[in-house]
């Protein structure tokens, strides 16, 4: 992100790239962009947990940083994970949100259900485009790598961007 003055207002020693031992079909680069976009841009496609929310809010409050990037289907803006953390910084008053971008058609990307309810890729992306949102954790994402599922929160960036540079229409620098 770029500021009024023209200068970078998230520090590269700030942002940690996923785990370079993910062995996916696609090259990260291919496969995964990391962006800052309106917080409006972004379609949920799970309620969220009031209480957990509200608390999320008040750490992310304390430590005045947001420490990882929400996951995104590049195609359609559907979140993937993240929708805690997404509601925290629209209760703080963020307009921008750091994201990475995701090709949810990849085949290691995987959906299961954290609640026993019988989710699919489809189901999900249609809880986000149409805003009939699917229950609290009902999706459980997840990315095959070297033969074995983890959660996808290891494709997400862990990053340190201070919520002032979130809460302002602040020029984005798109390139990387």
């Given amino acids: 992100m770029i500021n009024d003055n023209g200068k970078s207002m998230i520090q590269s020693r700030d942002i940690v790239d996923p785990p370079k031992s993910l062995n996916i079909a696609k090259s990260p680069s ?99 485009l149409s805003n009939k949102k699917l229950p609290p954790k009902t999706s459980k994402h997840m990315v095959i790598t070297n033969g074995r599922e983890r959660h996808i929160s290891v494709l997400e960036r862990r990053l340190n961007v201070p919520l002032t540079n979130l809460k302002h229409n602040l020029k984005v620098n798109t390139t990387h």
Wanted: aromatic share 4%; net charge negative.
């Fill in 30 to 128: 291919e496969s995964i962009q990391a962006s800052i976009v309106d917080i409006n841009s972004l379609h949920e496609h799970e309620e969220i947990n009031k209480q957990y929310c509200e608390e999320l809010t008040m750490r992310i409050k304390k430590d005045g940083i947001i420490k990882r990037a929400i996951a995104v289907d590049k195609n359609t803006m559907v979140v993937l994970d993240g929708h805690h953390r997404l509601n925290a910084l629209k209760e703080l008053g963020c307009q921008k949100v750091p994201i990475m971008l995701i090709d949810y058609t990849m085949s290691e990307i995987q959906v299961r259900s954290w609640n026993g309810i019988k989710v699919n890729k489809g189901d999900v992306l249609e809880a986000g």
